[in-house]
């Protein structure tokens, strides 16, 4: 395995970073899981966006422009030869001190890993997945924005130690209002009527691409599409629910 660190490409054995990196003292940083079909890199372009709207707000500089940022995904790909696989492209702050200013920290730290992932087992993409509802509540956008796709998941793990704990595989995550937000690590859809119901991203949710291309594919078939606030109540009362996420794809 071939993975991208600051520039150039190593050995997984050789792909270090400092203890004193931000990413691992704080989990300031931010990320993207990218997938990859028969060669080709899905969305790279949206997700790079997304990658680069996050460091704007998080005022984290790579170090490297939005093309060169697409061509070193591109080339860590390439030279690891796989054609259908997932790419996890990580961006620190990078080496500081034991304090938290982000002044500190000289430049950031970029690794981009591809690899193989399997979320669930083929079944649960045969005869679908059970889901909990946790009590550990999304963390409110007023306090650290959902869009913002940060390297601090503790409020996810949380909630996915609840549905672990339940005997599911994921669970659903309120915000403080007691509306759906989304899943630990998927975004959630809700169909009623023939519409297509998302809870809107104010509610907590990232903006997924996943979520995207399915939005996109439905309004080209013609399908109503409503991002809002939804319940609880609204799911329970759905004619279907699914998942969507790039490592999850569609469940």
Same mark, same amino acid.
């Given at each position: 395995?071939?993975?991208?660190?600051?520039? &150039?490409?190593?050995?997984?054995?050789?792909?270090?970073?400092?203890?004193?990196?931000?990413?691992?003292?704080? #989990?300031?940083?931010?990320?993207? $899981? %990218?997938?990859?079909? #028969?060669? @080709?890199?899905?969305?790279?372009?949206?997700?790079?966006?997304?990658?680069?709207?996050?460091?704007?707000?998080?005022?984290? !500089?790579? #170090?490297?422009?939005? !093309?060169?940022?697409?061509?070193?995904?591109?080339?860590?790909?390439?030279?690891? $030869?796989?054609?259908?696989?997932?790419?996890?492209?990580?961006?620190?702050?990078?080496?500081?001190?034991?304090? %938290? !200013? /982000?002044?500190?920290?000289?430049?950031?730290?970029?690794? %981009?890993?591809?690899?193989?992932?399997?979320?669930? /087992? &083929? +079944?649960?993409?045969?005869? $679908?997945?059970?889901?909990?509802?946790?009590?550990?509540?999304?963390?409110?956008?007023?306090? %650290?924005?959902?869009?913002?796709?940060?390297? @601090?998941?503790?409020?996810?793990?949380?909630?996915?130690?609840?549905?672990?704990?339940?005997?599911?595989?994921?669970?659903?995550?309120?915000?403080?209002?007691?509306?759906?937000?989304?899943?630990?690590? !998927?975004?959630?859809?809700?169909? &009623?009527?023939?519409?297509?119901?998302? /809870?809107?991203?104010?509610?907590?949710?990232?903006?997924?691409?996943?979520?995207?291309?399915?939005? +996109?594919?439905?309004?080209?078939? #013609?399908? &109503?599409? +409503?991002?809002?606030?939804?319940?609880?109540?609204?799911?329970?009362?759905?004619?279907?629910?699914?998942?969507?996420?790039?490592?999850?794809?569609?469940?």
């Amino acid at each position: 395995m071939q993975i991208y660190l600051n520039g &150039k490409l190593v050995s997984k054995e050789n792909a270090t970073v400092s203890v004193m990196d931000h990413g691992f003292l704080y #989990g300031d940083g931010t990320f993207e $899981g %990218i997938r990859v079909y #028969g060669g @080709n890199i899905y969305r790279l372009k949206e997700h790079i966006e997304r990658l680069y709207e996050s460091m704007k707000t998080l005022e984290l !500089d790579p #170090g490297m422009t939005f !093309d060169e940022m697409c061509q070193a995904t591109i080339d860590t790909v390439a030279a690891n $030869g796989k054609r259908d696989v997932y790419i996890r492209l990580v961006v620190s702050r990078g080496p500081g001190d034991l304090g %938290i !200013d /982000p002044a500190k920290c000289d430049k950031a730290s970029v690794v %981009i890993i591809v690899d193989d992932i399997a979320l669930y /087992p &083929k +079944e649960v993409y045969d005869n $679908g997945l059970s889901l909990s509802t946790a009590s550990t509540r999304r963390v409110p956008i007023d306090c %650290i924005d959902p869009r913002i796709k940060s390297l @601090n998941y503790l409020n996810n793990i949380l909630a996915t130690i609840e549905a672990k704990n339940a005997g599911v595989p994921e669970a659903i995550m309120l915000n403080h209002a007691g509306c759906v937000a989304e899943c630990t690590a !998927d975004n959630i859809f809700m169909v &009623k009527n023939g519409v297509l119901k998302p /809870p809107d991203l104010l509610q907590g949710a990232l903006g997924g691409i996943t979520r995207a291309s399915v939005r +996109e594919l439905a309004e080209k078939r #013609g399908m &109503k599409v +409503e991002e809002r606030a939804l319940a609880l109540h609204d799911f329970y009362n759905a004619d279907e629910v699914f998942l969507t996420g790039t490592g999850a794809e569609i469940v």
